[in-house]
């Protein structure tokens, strides 16, 4: 009999479930994509993939924490470009935050995956699912935000 493998919602379309048979060669794949592209070049990280899986990790947690920055400090800019200009930079970077986010919630769950950990469905009482590995699988991590801008 066939066991299905539960993964979250986050689990990225492109990579295969972690029940299939070299699915990490498509977790690799995928993961390259999102790290910067001279790492094409390093063979280890193919071979690899839950390292790949680490420093993209640390990757796009350096893009969202620069994307918050910038959009933060954006009117450093108003000597050098119109208001709109400006405006329209914090508009990229208001875009951009949620798919890093989401992004990075990908990553984390890949990277479970590869570490061995598996998923288990849990219903809030508000009705909303959220993802939970099973306490000491895996590496410990934050919880993936769901917002781009904290609450103040």
């Given amino acids: 009999m066939l066991k299905v493998v ?3 919602p986050e689990w990225p379309t492109a990579v295969r479930r972690p029940d299939v048979p070299d ?3 498509s977790a690799a794949t995928w993961l390259l994509d999102a790290c910067p592209p001279d ?3 390093y063979t280890v990280l193919r071979r690899h993939p839950v390292t790949l899986a680490f420093l993209a990790r ?8 620069a994307a918050r920055v910038g959009f933060r400090t954006a009117g450093s800019l108003n000597a050098f470009v119109e208001p709109h200009t400006r405006d329209e930079i914090q508009e990229v970077l208001r875009r951009e935050g949620p798919r890093l ?6 990553i984390a769950a890949v990277e479970h995956a ?3 950990g598996t998923f288990t469905e849990q219903i809030r009482p508000d009705g909303a699912r959220r993802i939970v590995p099973p306490s000491g699988d895996g590496p410990p991590r934050r919880e993936p935000r769901a ?3 904290p609450r103040n």
């Fill in 39 to 41: 790492y094409r070049a």
């Fill in 58 to 65: 640390l990757h796009v947690d350096g893009q969202i924490e």
């Fill in 147 to 149: 917002r781009f801008f």
């Fill in 23 to 25: 699915w990490e060669v």
């Fill in 101 to 106: 986010v989401a992004l990075a919630a990908s």
């Fill in 114 to 116: 590869l570490r061995g």
């Fill in 6 to 8: 539960y993964v979250p």
